[in-house]
């Protein structure tokens, strides 16, 4: 879908629920929250934020502890 892809391209996909929280608690803004199609039981979901240069930092800091 042409609306997917622009969404994607603006946005940061994050596939834990404890990325998720220490973003929000850091100030960082969630798009939405969707089901994580990887998973078979459609249990899990993936939380997307808005992409900028502070959250492609923080993501590296993570990232690199």
């Known amino acids: 879908k042409m ?3 622009m969404i994607m391209k603006e946005t940061v996909v994050i596939y834990t629920g404890k990325m998720a929280r220490m973003l929000l608690r850091e100030g960082f803004e969630l ?5 994580d199609k990887t998973d078979p039981e459609r249990k899990r979901s993936v ?12 993501l ?6």
Do not use: G, N, T, Y
Not at 31 to 35: G, K, N, S
């Open 31 to 35: 798009v939405d929250i969707r089901p």
């Open 3 to 5: 609306e997917d892809e």
């Open 47 to 58: 939380f997307i934020f808005k992409q900028d240069m502070a959250l492609l930092e923080r």
């Open 60 to 65: 590296k800091r993570a990232s690199a502890k």
